[in-house]
């Protein structure tokens, strides 16, 4: 379960990723004016410390896929996948990581794959009452479940103009980035999404062996 504060950001999401998105390898428009949200998924943090987010938005003529981490505190190491800082109104200062560098939320990816674990339900805090909001996109997993995801403790992302490959031990997640909306998804271990304006199924990951 997500819970999401009735709060202000400062900055917001989606101006941080006007300055990161042209620093990327896989961003191919010319910039960021027009940007807009299409919708987001979360994963759980079992633990309930880290926020697991996914943004997908448009730009131009792409849609593009971020995925994010919200933390109380810096990860040590990962100073090359800070996004920025915000200030969240409830929670207080944030920092902002490129997911796919944080061992969080690889385990929750490589969970949902491969043992077709729900994506997080959503719920607005607001004067002291939870109410369940709709989800802006929906996920779901293919091929055969497993019986438990191998360790991802330490992943190191390589990123290229094609998307991210997440290389940890024992797995090889591949992360889209720019989104393709009109390519059949393949492969046996694979995620993909729906939302309004799409009922055709995008791919979003695939897992393959590192």
Not at 8 to 25: A, N, S, V
Not at 124 to 138: C, F, R, T
Not at 197 to 206: F, R, Y
Request: charged share 20%; aromatic share 6%; with cysteine.
């Amino acid at each position: 379960m997500a819970i999401i504060h009735q709060a202000e950001l400062q900055p917001t999401k989606l101006e941080l990723l006007e300055e990161w998105l042209p620093r990327q390898p896989w961003f191919t428009e010319p910039g960021t004016a027009g940007l807009r949200k299409v919708g987001s998924y979360r994963f759980d943090d079992p633990a309930g410390e880290v926020g697991i987010e996914t943004i997908i938005v448009s730009v131009g003529s792409s849609t593009v896929q971020v995925p994010l981490t919200y933390r109380a505190q810096p990860l040590a190491g990962a100073e090359p996948w800070l996004v920025g800082t915000m200030q969240h109104s409830v929670l207080g200062p944030r920092w902002v990581y490129d997911a796919c560098a944080d061992p969080i939320y690889v385990a929750a990816l490589a969970a949902s794959i491969m043992l077709g674990r729900p994506q997080a339900d959503q719920y607005l805090q607001a004067e002291g009452k939870q109410q369940l909001l709709a989800q802006s996109v929906l996920v779901h997993s293919t091929g055969p479940k497993h019986d438990a995801v191998p360790d991802v403790s330490s992943p190191t992302p390589r990123t290229t103009d094609a998307g991210t490959a997440i290389e940890t031990a024992n797995l090889r997640i591949l992360v889209t980035r720019r989104l393709d909306l009109t390519e059949q998804p393949v492969g046996r271990l694979t995620l993909t999404g729906t939302w309004e304006g799409q009922t055709e199924s995008v791919k979003l990951a695939a897992i393959g062996d590192a």
